[in-house]
């Protein structure tokens, strides 16, 4: 999990042992919350399998996705940091492995390696701004349009064959199983994707790519 987590890539060997030693395996099942938002952050995750979605509440109650993690990245560091709340919440899209680094083992980490704090806010900088652009399409575009953002998302992640449902694509595009089923049907018949049990293969990654380009039309479902 370190090895795949760039932010750890190329620690001193008495870090990394620190991580190793004082960091938890944990495991959660799809649907599953890591932490919710508002809660006091206590630790972050190193992603080392599976698939995470962050997400705050919007005004009608309803969870819109700002972020879709995988592999090697690393979710609530900011928080854990700080010693703040968590600013957003954390669901497991499919069955997940990640490591718990306590706020007290971080914290350490940085006395013995002082640059992690500026590759941390590097990192979170960056990723910042690819938040902001798809919390856009999420609060703007259409149902089409949130659907193809979150199955390209997911296909950034893992390649083109998610391991996901209709239902956890609605979910990430805070829309209903019935309008995601509609969609993904006609995507079918398009020849843009196949569907099979519990996965989504993009057969037409330029055509979801196309879909984000149109003007929206917004529709809440």
Known sequence: ?????????????AVTKLLLTEGHLAYVE????IWLAGTQAR?????????VRMTRKSL????????ILGEGACAGILAAS?????????????NAWY???????????????????????????TRFVSALDFLAVML???VEQRLALALLGVCDL???????????????????????????????????????????TVMEAGALRQVLRQPSLKSSF
């Open 140 to 142: 703007s575009g259409n």
């Open 60 to 67: 009608p109650g309803r969870d819109v996705t700002v972020e």
């Open 158 to 200: 893992v390649g083109t064959n998610a391991p996901i449902t209709r239902q956890c694509l609605a979910d990430m595009a805070c829309t209903t199983v019935e309008s995601a089923i509609r969609v993904t049907s006609r995507w079918q018949k398009q020849g843009w994707i196949s569907t099979g049990h519990r996965s989504i």
């Open 1 to 13: 999990m370190l090895e795949s987590c760039l932010l750890c890539a190329g620690l001193p060997p």
């Open 43 to 51: 630790f972050f995750a190193i992603l080392g399998s599976g698939i």
């Open 30 to 33: 799809r649907g599953n919350t």
């Open 82 to 94: 700080s010693e703040t709340t968590y600013p957003l919440t954390a669901v497991a899209v499919t």
């Open 99 to 125: 490591l718990k680094i306590a706020n007290d083992v971080w914290r350490e980490a940085v006395q013995l390696q002082p640059n992690l704090r500026d590759r941390t806010i590097l990192e979170l900088g």
